[in-house]
């Protein structure tokens, strides 16, 4: 529980306004009888939403001033406790300090209360703006949470002589206190209501019961005769109303409900219809557009073919003559060469034998990567060109499939992979499916096959296929895209293949999970292998592949043309030297065809090299052509596709049978309309009906049910035995509800006594353990050993009557004496009831909060002066005592803190302020 740390007093009483420190254990409130000692005590019950001493209340002291409103501002500690993590007013406010302010206001000639809590201390102007405003019971509520609890208010709201004199109470007195502080008589006035109702509820019920056990027999035998003849009268009503009305009723609102679905599917038919005519049309100018494209790529194409053959054929021109002049430039070297051997020795017949030997090695290396350069050649114009490069035994195969009329495909015209890092990893698991067949229609299946068998082809044909559905997210499919259908088997396979980093991420994964590297290592449920094949098959990076290789062999046939260059030019020499040519003679005479050889290769070769240049980039563009004419093409057979099966899908749906049904349908609804009353024709009434009943066949069984029984079973037909029913039941009804009434009340009763009685005890001893836990606790403060009996309470209405509470107290060891025993001294009385005020207010094993008590040094001689002020100084309670001026002065030993009042002076409107003494502490 919190403590108290000052005052502000606004218009309170004669008090205009003025503030007092309370921060200390033991505050004394000192003054002259009239002075306001109490009036002081009753300001902070006020600001506590308590009730003031005696008969007063808060609006006695706020209207005395002839002010319209009046202040209390509190400032209490909001620290927390020792041993506790929680401050007493909880999270809201985490300030070791919290601001508790009441404002009392004249409306209406009543006086009302406002309540405010606020962090910190705040002032009373501030207070409005700042702080949280409540009513008195949810201010009550807050205080309580906060460790003010009813049990606590109650000791507070104490009256003033009370105090100290609770040790003059009796046992069953003090037993009483107890409760009321606990609030445990509500629960006892529960509990006597109950058992007054009871005794009121346990009479005479047995007296009607015994008259109705044979009143209800002929109540019996009677409800059987009137229910045969209800049962008859009702089925003959219902096999009217079957036949002449629910039936042709029936079968209208079916007719028209039939009418209105095929209406609703024909015009939906419709209406998609025209959708498809509209995406027709979208994809139809789509593919005009395409084609247009299509047809000014294929020009340009044209165009830049006709253009590349031209310069290719001026560069082979150009190549040839450069030949011609680069032998004539090589012999006039070799002579050279030759003159300046001239002297050498000639017979080297071993030496040319060796060089020809090389040169027949090197022609053959030469001509097998030529062959290689001419096939990959070959393969890469036909794929830049829209055209395939499939194996032989596949274009063999192929060509027959599409002689016969059999649409189909291979992997390779269908698979793009969208993300080139994933490249091998697709080429690892697809690689022995690039070959497979894929039949455009099922019905083609019989023919392939059989071709297939005769002409020994050894890849798959395969003639279902199937949409791409949702993509598992991290799956190989995921990198993939397939213009047409495939296989679902193939669909599965990539579904479950996961793509990780590398091997030893894959083996991360589940055991049994399929996955892929990006280098191309495949782990299946066989196994793991390095699966990816030394050349790309799919998408552009087959076509990027076969640029590189086709780059190598060249990089691989350039060394070897230079070295058999070499080779024959040395050969050539040697056969000059051995054939004993004069190398001199020849320079001399063919020096004028060597000069201008040398004069026109110096001019042809740049122009050579020019041209060349303009060659490649005519190939570099041809090719762009080729790629964006190849996917426009794809594009626009796809559109085609699209454009087919939507104009399917709008002959079938135009749907010409479905119309002249509904019209037939029309024809009849409209002939029973005029044939049925208007209120047959009711929709709504009609659908209930239809949900009763479903269909018109069970309306006709229901009817020969109701036949079969009229010829099988005996029927009450007299109506006048409803009317002797009706006067027997009205008898039983009145006596039997007269007995359920008495019944119910007689059990109400027991219950809630028993409830009640049960619910009483448990409360009382535990009320019992906690007070006396406390008592215990402040004797040993106090150097009292405390005592009680064991209280009887017992679940019956004589131990409860007579139940009290027996505290003995024990002074100095002189032995245990009762509360209110002729022995002992005033000091002592004083003592036993502070134990037993104080216990009262202890919501736990330990005091702590605080107490007002009023005058608890009267009539008590210096010795128990200080007995008592000692106690107070013990217990860990704040204290806030009154005491009158004529007093000893040992009554200020425990205060830290003296308030002084004063008495108002008739001549002035307001009281003087209290004054404050503050006790120095002495240094130690």
């Known amino acids: 529980m919190f403590r108290l740390r000052n005052l502000e007093l606004v218009h309170w009483d004669y008090w205009q306004r003025f503030t007092l420190p309370l921060d200390a254990s033991i505050v004394t409130i000192v003054g002259p009888n009239g002075s306001g000692k109490t009036t002081l005590l009753d300001a902070l019950r006020t600001l506590l939403a308590l009730d ?96 003010l609890s009813p049990a606590i208010a109650k000791v507070l709201s104490l009256e003033q002589g009370q105090t100290d004199k609770l040790c003059e109470l009796s046992e069953r007195e003090l037993l009483k206190l107890v409760f009321e502080v606990f609030g445990d008589e509500e629960v006892l006035q529960r509990y006597q209501e109950a058992r007054h109702h009871q ?18 027999n002929s109540l019996q035998t009677h409800e059987g005769k009137v229910n045969r003849h209800i049962e008859w009268k009702n089925l003959k009503q219902e096999r009217s109303t079957l036949i002449s009305e629910i039936k042709p009723r029936l079968e209208f609102y079916l007719l028209n409900e039939e009418a209105e679905r095929a209406g609703r599917a024909l015009e939906a038919g419709q209406r998609e219809r025209q959708v498809k005519i509209e995406e027709r049309a979208v994809e139809q100018a789509e593919q005009q557009a395409l084609l247009a494209s299509i047809n000014k790529l294929t020009v340009q194409k044209q165009a830049l073919e006709l253009n590349e053959k031209e310069v290719n054929e001026q560069l082979q021109i150009m190549r040839k003559d450069e030949g011609r002049l680069e032998l004539l430039l090589e012999q006039q070297e070799a002579l050279k060469k030759q003159a300046e051997n001239a002297g050498a020795k000639t017979d080297d017949t071993d030496k040319l034998q060796k060089l020809e030997q090389q040169q027949a090695e090197v022609k053959s290396k030469l001509y097998g990567l030529q062959q290689q350069e001419q096939q990959l050649q070959e393969a890469l114009d036909n794929l830049s060109a829209g055209r395939r490069a499939d194996p032989q035994e596949v274009t063999a195969f192929r060509q027959v499939l599409t002689q016969k009329n059999i649409g189909h495909d291979t992997l390779s015209d269908l698979l793009e992979v969208t993300d080139t890092q994933w490249q091998m990893a697709v080429e690892a698991v697809l690689a022995p499916f690039a070959h497979i067949i894929l039949l455009n229609h099922e019905k083609d299946a019989e023919v392939a096959f059989s071709l297939g068998e005769t002409l020994k082809y050894r890849h798959l044909i395969i003639p279902e296929r199937k949409e791409t559905q949702l ?130 290769y110096d001019v042809l070769l740049p122009k050579r090299r020019a041209l060349g240049e303009k060659s490649y980039e005519l190939s570099q563009l041809r090719l762009k052509v080729d790629r964006q004419l190849q996917d ?14 939507l104009t399917k899908e709008i002959q079938d749906k135009e749907n010409k049978d479905g119309w002249a049904e509904q019209e037939k349908r029309l024809e009849r609804i409209a002939h029973d309309k005029e044939k049925l009353p208007l209120a047959w024709q009711d929709t709504a009434e009609n659908r209930k009906l239809q949900e009763k009943w479903r269909s018109v066949e069970l309306v006709d069984i229901r009817v020969s049910e109701i036949e079969k029984r009229f010829e099988q079973e005996s029927w009450e037909t007299d109506a006048t035995i ?67 009996e064991a209280v009887t309470l017992l679940a019956d209405d004589v131990s409860l009557s007579q139940a009290g509470l027996v505290v003995r107290f024990s002074f100095d060891d002189k032995g245990f004496a009762g509360m209110n025993d002729g022995d002992a001294s005033g000091g002592q009385q004083v003592m036993k009831s502070l134990i037993l005020l104080v216990a009262l207010m202890m919501e736990d094993s330990r005091p702590g909060g605080f107490v007002f008590i ?6 008590l001689d210096i010795f128990n002066i200080k007995r008592v002020a000692s106690f107070l100084q013990a217990t860990k309670a704040q204290y806030l005592l009154t005491t009158p001026v004529t007093h000893n002065v040992n009554v200020y030993d425990p205060s830290m803190l003296t308030l002084v009042t004063s008495k108002k002076k008739p001549e002035v409107a307001w009281a003087p302020r209290i004054g404050v003494l503050v006790r120095e502490k002495l240094a130690s």
């Open 52 to 147: 003031c001493s005696k008969k007063r209340d808060y609006k006695r002291y706020v209207r005395r001033n002839n002010e319209d409103f009046a202040w209390l501002r509190g400032v209490v500690d909001n620290s927390r406790p020792e041993g506790s993590s929680r401050r007493p007013f909880g999270i809201l406010y985490n300030n070791d300090q919290v601001t508790l302010v009441c404002r009392i206001d004249k409306k209406g000639g009543d006086w009302t209360r406002k309540y405010w809590i606020a962090e910190g201390e705040v002032s009373i102007e501030q207070i409005e703006s700042v702080g949280q405003e409540f009513g008195v019971k949810d201010f009550q509520r807050q205080l309580h949470a906060a460790g």
């Open 199 to 216: 005794e009121l509820t346990s009479r005479e019920l047995q007296e009607t019961e015994n008259n109705l056990k044979a009143l209800e």
């Open 471 to 600: 993509v598992p997210q991290g799956s190989l499919l995921e990198v993939i895209k397939f213009s047409r259908p495939v296989p679902g088997w193939m669909l599965d396979i990539l579904e479950r293949t996961r793509r990780v980093v590398d091997a030893k991420a894959g083996t991360q994964l589940p055991r049994g999970e399929d996955w892929v590297t990006q280098a191309g290592y495949v782990r299946e449920r066989r196994g793991g292998r390095f699966a990816a094949p030394d050349t790309p098959r799919f998408g552009r990076a087959r076509l990027e592949a076969l640029r590189d290789e086709l780059g190598k062999l060249k990089r691989a046939i350039e060394p070897l043309q230079i070295q058999l260059k070499a080779i024959n030019a040395e050969i050539q020499q040697l056969r000059a030297q051995l054939a004993g040519v004069d190398a001199t003679v020849q320079l001399m005479a063919r020096a004028a065809e060597f000069a201008d050889a040398k004069v026109r």
């Open 854 to 859: 009023d005058e608890p040094f009267a009539h």
């Open 632 to 645: 426009e093409n794809k594009s626009e057979s796809r559109l085609d596709q699209v454009i087919s099966l």
């Open 722 to 788: 409803i009317v002797l029913r009706d006067k027997i039941k009205s008898d039983f009804d009145a006596q039997t509800k007269d007995l359920e009434t008495r019944r119910r009340d007689n059990d109400m009763a027991r219950s809630q006594t028993d409830n009640a009685r049960e619910q009483y005890v448990k409360v009382l001893r535990h009320t019992v353990g906690r007070y006396t836990k406390n008592l215990k606790v402040l004797g040993d403060m106090a150097g009292i050993a405390v005592e009680h």
